[in-house]
């Protein structure tokens, strides 16, 4: 395993913001001292670019995206760091979360006419580095399922249901196609590696599949969802929940018989039962970090990367919350209370 | 005349003119019945109006202080998506309906925005709670469009009202009163001049 690559990855994450610097910036009353205080950390480098060009003036766009590049820097410095191929294909196979987000952003685009701006998609050179000139050719949603249709990883799901989504011009079922082919490759990616310390990120991405299939079934009880489009969506390799007990939970007619087939995540579906959802994805997110949080061990293990990535993944969210707090003038305690960091 | 009319001082105008204030009373009367029920009905509908603005605005701020937190935690690029891809879902029809005669629009959703198998986790509560909130919106501009219209026809009928108790009533009844006190002193003056007459041939008969 790689040693030199986990240490490298102590050391970047001790440049992660953390939560003294948080209650600092939460008292910052515009966007001009959240910059400032921004530039005494990691983010200097992509804020001086805008600090340069725009002298005293900041837009909320500006700053988003120097947020964003830094992310967009982290992780490719983080996938430039890895010479073993197996760990590099891992976490390649891990970051397609992200080339996820941007095949929906364009997807959406395209439902509306429109031609999707590539500044504001992540762009990973990683996965496949003619990804940009590929987004650049697709002029139509149907362009987009022809060419995900060729794709070796996101083709399997989408090929029975392409037509669904290109009649109700359907992102939902887009999405979901595309998660479950992202999940269910990425254990098959995992399971083939002899990586030590590779079943720790496997019972991660297991929890992660629980919850996600757990907001999933709940759709056809509480929203009225169809139940054979979700059982098709269900995605494979969870931890806690089985797939005829997910299957079972779709075809629940009673709340009963819903919270007993899901029981280990009650607490989630009760919430979602209630049109709590907010709430609901909090709790699935306390989940998430509590598994997360067990990677965080001082030893030279690889699961201390997939902390770092999220961890990068949650400051960009929870800076991105701040900017538009503290743009729209949200009182530091409300901001707080939003933040994944003191979640 | 003060309101228009040739008057002549004769029965058949008389006859014609008391009809005219006969027909202009009954007018009178439907149009103050109206104009009551047109305030009853405004006073209704400002009520309710009150109401749905009241419970919008405390279901507004509980969504947005929802969307506010879930927007914290999926962050922008999911909302972004499923915000561009949402387009043209909601299609109305607007209905003409009459309250007293005045045409107020009755908006009816024919297609609402599709929740079911459209959104995921989250996204699917806002827009949930959304689509909700639009049926309030579009009763809410429903009410408010037939308020104005109501108040715009409220006052109009007022004026008439008023215009036809104060003035045009008193009037047309004045110029009857005129012409029927014109039409007795010529009753008057031909029973005199016909007696006069009368006592001239009596006095020539006598000779």
């Known amino acids: 395993m790689s040693t030199h690559l986990v240490v490298r990855v102590h050391g970047l994450s001790t440049r992660l913001l953390t939560p003294q610097f948080y209650h600092s910036i939460l008292l910052a009353p515009d966007l001009k001292s959240f910059v400032d205080t921004l530039f005494r950390t990691d983010y200097r480098d992509t804020l001086e670019k805008i600090k340069s060009e725009r002298m005293n003036v900041y837009s909320s766009d500006a700053i988003r995206e120097a947020i964003r590049e830094k992310f967009r820097m982290r992780m490719n410095l983080l996938i430039s760091l890895m010479m073993e191929k197996d760990v590099a294909e891992v976490f390649i196979d891990y970051l397609r979360r992200y080339e996820i987000l941007d095949l929906l952003k364009v997807a959406g685009y395209l439902i509306s006419g429109r031609k999707p701006p590539l500044n504001d998609l992540f762009l990973f050179t990683f996965f496949d580095s003619n990804f940009k000139q590929k987004v650049e050719k697709i002029r139509s949603l149907k362009d987009l399922i022809d060419y995900l249709l060729t794709h070796k990883i996101y083709s399997r799901t989408l090929k029975d249901l392409s037509s669904l989504v290109l009649e109700f011009q359907n992102l939902f079922i887009l999405e979901m196609s595309l998660k479950k082919d992202y999940y269910e490759h990425l254990m098959s990616t995992l399971g083939a590696k002899e990586i030590p310390g590779i079943n720790r990120l496997e019972r991660v991405i297991k929890a992660e599949i629980d919850l996600e299939n757990c907001f999933i079934t709940t759709a056809s009880y509480v929203y009225g969802y169809d139940a054979n489009l979700l059982e098709q969506l269900l995605i494979r390799h969870p931890l806690k929940l089985s797939l005829p007990n997910l299957k079972q939970a779709i075809r629940s007619t009673t709340l009963i018989a819903l919270f007993n087939a899901l029981y280990p995540y009650r607490n989630i579906v009760e919430l979602v039962t209630k049109k709590k959802e907010t709430e609901a994805k909090k709790e699935a997110l306390k989940i998430l970090k509590r598994e997360i949080s067990r990677l965080k061990i001082p030893g030279i293990d690889i699961g201390y990367i997939l902390y770092y990535i999220r961890a990068c993944e949650w400051e960009k969210t929870d800076l991105e919350t701040l900017l538009y707090g503290i743009l729209y003038r949200a009182s530091p305690e409300e901001m707080k209370a939003q933040l994944i960091t003191f979640l | ?207």
């Open chain 2, 1 to 207: 005349m003060a309101i228009g009319l040739r008057a002549r001082p004769t029965r058949g105008f008389l006859l014609e003119l008391k009809k005219k204030i006969q027909i202009t009373e009954e007018g009178y009367r439907i149009l103050s019945h109206k104009r009551d029920e047109l305030v009853s009905k405004l006073r209704e509908l400002l009520e309710l109006l009150r109401a749905i603005r009241k419970d919008i605005l405390k279901k507004f701020q509980e969504i947005l202080k929802d969307f506010r937190n879930g927007y914290a935690l999926i962050g922008p690029e999911e909302i972004l998506a499923y915000t561009l891809s949402t387009k043209g879902k909601l299609d109305i029809q607007i209905l003409p309906t009459s309250v007293m005669g005045v045409i107020a629009p009755k908006v009816k959703a024919r297609k609402n925005v599709e929740i079911k198998n459209s959104f995921p986790p989250l996204i699917r509560q806002f827009a949930y709670y959304m689509s909700e909130i639009l049926q309030d919106l579009i009763k809410l501009g429903e009410i408010e469009t037939g308020v104005e219209i109501i108040a715009n026809d409220l006052e109009r009928t007022n004026r008439t009202v008023n215009a036809l108790e104060k003035i045009i009533i008193p009037q047309l009844k004045a110029i009857a009163k005129h012409i029927q006190d014109l039409i007795e002193e010529e009753d008057l003056e031909e029973f005199t001049r016909i007696k006069m007459v009368r006592n001239i041939i009596v006095r020539r008969r006598e000779k």
